[in-house]
């Protein structure tokens, strides 16, 4: 079942913070997080696991929340290469595949 | 490591003609998938692969596509009589099968079917 992301897209001024949500009603083992610009292929951000565990490197993190089954990837400080569609892909578990949501336009002004 | 590689980039056809788009992972990579994804939309589930072993095909898909990875290494995907409506972009990504594997994107086939 497609995880369900919100907002459908975000407008904001280079330096300013986002916050991109992503939620199944199936229990998921695990989620992750890619950023694709136009005409190109999507470039993986991190990975999380069941465990309500959060990551991040640099200035973008994420977390999981299990019992909600909702990630969440946090943008702080924007900059304008971070310009592009964010989508969240869901396991359900180990062997299963990524099913991906319909993404998340960001777009950064300068 | 030169990443995963798609061929052809593009590709342009008359409807009703048949069509064949390779991939070749990651070499370690175990598992392989082809995804679908059409303007502002995202990459949707086609077909998965566990080494040679076909996991599981969309329910959604037609019958006039099928897939195959002879040997685990490389991977096939031919959609027979195609239609306008598979015109869009077929993108493949491997992952080596662990406890957090993290799948890497080819770059893409774009289909167009005039």
């Known amino acids: 079942q497609q995880p369900v992301q919100s907002p459908q897209a975000v407008i904001l001024r280079e330096g300013e913070d986002a916050v991109i949500n992503c939620s199944s009603s199936?229990?998921?083992?695990?989620v992750h997080w890619y950023r694709q610009k136009h005409g190109e292929a999507p470039v993986f951000l991190m990975i999380l696991l069941k465990g309500g565990e959060q990551k991040g490197h640099d200035k973008i993190s994420a977390s999981f929340n299990e019992k909600k089954q909702q990630s969440s990837l946090y943008l702080t400080a924007s900059q304008l290469s971070y310009s592009g569609t964010y989508f969240c892909g869901t396991e359900r578990t180990r062997d299963d595949k990524i099913i991906f949501g319909k993404g998340t336009r960001l777009h950064i002004l300068p | 490591d030169t990443g995963v590689s798609q061929d052809p980039r593009h590709k342009i056809t008359k409807r009703g003609q048949n069509v064949t788009f390779r991939c070749d992972p990651i070499s370690e990579h175990n598992r392989l998938y082809w995804y679908r994804q059409t303007l502002g939309q995202g990459p949707e589930f086609l077909t998965y692969?566990?080494?040679?072993?076909?996991?599981?095909k969309s329910r959604l898909l037609s019958d006039r596509f099928s897939a195959e990875r002879p040997k685990g290494s490389f991977s096939t995907l031919e959609i027979q009589r195609t239609e306008q409506g598979d015109s869009a972009m077929y993108l493949c990504a491997s992952s080596f099968f662990r406890a957090s594997a993290e799948a890497f994107f080819g770059q893409g086939t774009r289909l167009t079917v005039v």
């Open positions: 199936k229990a998921l083992y695990s």
């Open positions: 692969f566990q080494n040679e072993a076909q996991l599981e």
